[in-house]
């Protein structure tokens, strides 16, 4: 009622003013919001739970427990497998992998071995290209985690028994049989390689002629030769570098000519390539060696080298042959003379002042060898390395007076092709004489002749027209 006394208009009352909002927050939205929000949740969690349910659904198990990453599981295993047959020089598949293994048909467990494969190795058999790798367990929450061995159980693989036991995480069935794949040839070996064998299935062929040298401490003798394709079998096989070839050897040492104790310094030495050394541990006598060397393939020489006391000496590595620089005459095994004969002829004895005399006068031939270190020290040489001193023993004795030594004047050696051959006095000495010729090193016959005249200490000794001849023969060889 106004001042008048009259009614005025009725007001409604107002709504009450909000509380105000502290700065910095915002009120939590309720209603709708909140119900889609946690359907959203709802929705995810069932979508996870979803997930693992159809992972699950082919599950890998081992031992009756869930294997986590078994996919991650295999492809560390195909890494090791592609590095282990890499190592030993062997091939894979283009789709050769690693697989689990189940324990049956019906069953989702696994075996506690990897099957890998295809793979060849040299000298494997295509029917047999599976290797099995070895698996480990961890446990990780409620489940197992697997990790794979870096080598197989076996190193030679194994036929595939059934291939509709193995899987993968990613489905997919192994290859048939190998793959297609062929075996590998052996790896091939560095360039000068060498080896000592023996090695089996190389077949040898003898020489065809000498092949024998013999030095101060030691004589080697080549027995057999041949040149393989390859050595050796499986990983340890090999086959020649490129641009070479191999050659084997069997060779025997010996005892040489027993000037020296210190045993040879062995090299195989081939055209156009370095010396390779001999192992010192297989140079002694009554040691036989099986060898064999990669040598350029158009090398046309190649030698067993032997530097004994300072004689180089070589026996080819490919025909045997000893080389032309050779000690000959110690190549043979036969140097000795069987000649012991003596035989009588007349002669005649005269001094200045005394009345000559007629002798029944007796020569005696005991035998003699042919030799390279010649002398009473050894120091003397014959001329070249394809000739020998011939050293015989020889008496002249008059009846009445001590045997002595026959005078060289009266000694000759006729050699079949006629050449004749003065002998030389090996000792210097004034009371010995040492008799030799100087002749061919492959002697095998020739014919010592006693004949002429000769005055020594104011006595001549004339045989005339009378002489002896004493034929001298030695087997080849």
């Known amino acids: 009622m106004d001042q008048h006394g009259e009614r005025g208009p009725a007001v409604l009352p107002s709504a009450a003013a909000p509380d105000p909002v502290p700065a910095g927050r915002r009120r939590r939205p309720r209603g709708p919001v909140l119900t889609l929000a946690a359907l959203v949740v709802v929705l995810l969690a069932g979508a996870v739970l979803f997930l693992v349910l159809s992972l699950r659904e082919d599950p890998i198990r081992f031992g009756g427990d869930y294997v986590v990453d078994p996919a991650g599981t295999l492809a560390e295993a195909d890494r090791r497998l592609a590095g282990y047959v890499s190592d030993r020089n062997g091939v894979l598949a283009e789709d050769s992998r690693c697989w689990f293994e189940r324990v049956d048909p019906e069953s989702d467990d696994v075996q506690p071995t990897l099957l890998c494969g295809p793979v060849l190795f040299v000298d494997g058999d295509p029917a047999r290209s599976w290797l099995r790798f070895p698996l480990t367990a961890a446990p990780t929450g409620g489940d197992v985690r697997l990790a794979v061995a870096d080598l197989p159980v076996d190193p030679s693989p194994e036929q595939l028994a059934d291939p509709g036991l193995l899987r993968r995480p990613d489905g997919g069935s192994p290859p048939d049989g190998s793959g297609g794949l062929q075996v590998p040839p052996p790896a091939r070996a560095e360039p000068g390689f060498t080896a000592v064998g023996p090695f089996p299935g190389v077949t040898y062929t003898a020489p065809t002629g000498p092949s024998r040298l013999s030095g101060p401490a030691a004589a080697v003798t080549v027995t057999g030769l041949a040149a393989p394709d390859r050595i050796g079998s499986g990983d340890a096989a090999r086959r020649p570098a490129e641009g070479e070839r191999f050659l084997a050897v069997t060779y025997e040492i010996a005892a040489g000519e027993g000037r020296s104790a210190t045993p040879p310094a062995l090299t195989y030495q081939a055209e156009g390539a370095a010396p390779v050394a001999v192992p010192a541990s297989v140079v002694a006598p009554g040691t036989t060696v099986e060898a064999v060397v990669s040598v350029p393939a158009d090398a046309g020489a190649a030698d067993l080298v032997a530097v004994d006391d300072g004689v180089e000496q070589r026996l080819s590595l490919l025909t045997g042959a000893p080389g032309e620089g050779n000690l000959q005459v110690l190549a043979r095994e036969n140097r000795q003379l069987g ?139």
């Open 339 to 477: 000649l012991d004969s003596s035989r009588q002829l007349p002669g005649t004895l005269s001094a200045p002042g005394r009345v000559s005399a007629e002798f029944d006068l007796t020569v005696t031939v005991s035998g003699g060898s042919l030799q390279w270190f010649a002398g009473p020290d050894g120091a003397d040489r014959p001329s070249a390395p394809d000739r020998a001193l011939l050293v015989v023993g020889t008496t002249l004795t008059v009846p009445g007076v001590q045997p002595g030594a026959l005078p060289l004047e009266l000694l000759s050696l006729r050699l079949d092709d006629g050449t004749v051959l003065r002998p030389v006095d090996l000792d210097d000495s004034a009371d010995r004489v040492l008799i030799a010729f100087d002749v061919p090193a492959d002697l095998t016959s020739a014919d010592l002749v006693v004949s002429g005249s000769v005055t020594t200490d104011g006595v001549t000794v004339d045989l005339g027209a009378g002489r002896l001849t004493f034929p001298v023969t030695l087997p080849a060889g």
